[in-house]
């Protein structure tokens, strides 16, 4: 089991930048895939960006070109940068992992995060 903690959620102006984090603890973190899914309120969770124990990398449409998912290994961390920030990024993200995932199928990965909050202001 892998426990994770998000952090660096702040709310920021329209055009602005986040990163945020993820420290893991526990088991075999190297071999997981990991992502960021994020809710807004009254919407379903949905998928923003993955990568997997091998480096393959996977981005939502909403998001490529604007947002980069990185992994530290030594550090157990992972990250994700957000730039040109939009009000439709307002959400609560999460951090996941998993083994054996689809990248974007929330109800495959075994471990999340509780959640920080972005919000984007107009």
């Known amino acids: 089991q892998v426990q994770l903690v998000e952090s660096g959620g702040a709310m920021v102006q329209a055009g602005g930048s986040l990163r945020l984090s993820c420290a893991a603890s526990?088991?075999?973190?190297?071999?997981?895939?990991m992502a960021w899914f994020r809710q807004a309120p009254g919407k379903e969770r949905q998928f923003v960006t993955a990568?997997?124990?091998?480096?393959?990398?996977y981005y939502a449409d909403s998001v490529k070109g604007r947002f980069t998912i990185s992994r530290d290994n030594a550090k157990n961390t992972m990250y994700l940068q957000m730039n040109s920030l939009k009000p439709e990024d307002t959400a609560v993200y999460y951090c996941?992992?998993?083994?054996?995932?689809?990248?974007?199928?929330?109800?495959?990965?075994?471990?999340w995060g509780r959640g920080t909050q972005v919000t984007v202001s107009s």
């Open positions: 526990g088991r075999t973190f190297s071999s997981y895939t």
């Open positions: 996941a992992a998993g083994t054996g995932v689809y990248y974007s199928g929330r109800s495959t990965y075994s471990s």
């Open positions: 990568i997997n124990w091998s480096g393959g990398i």
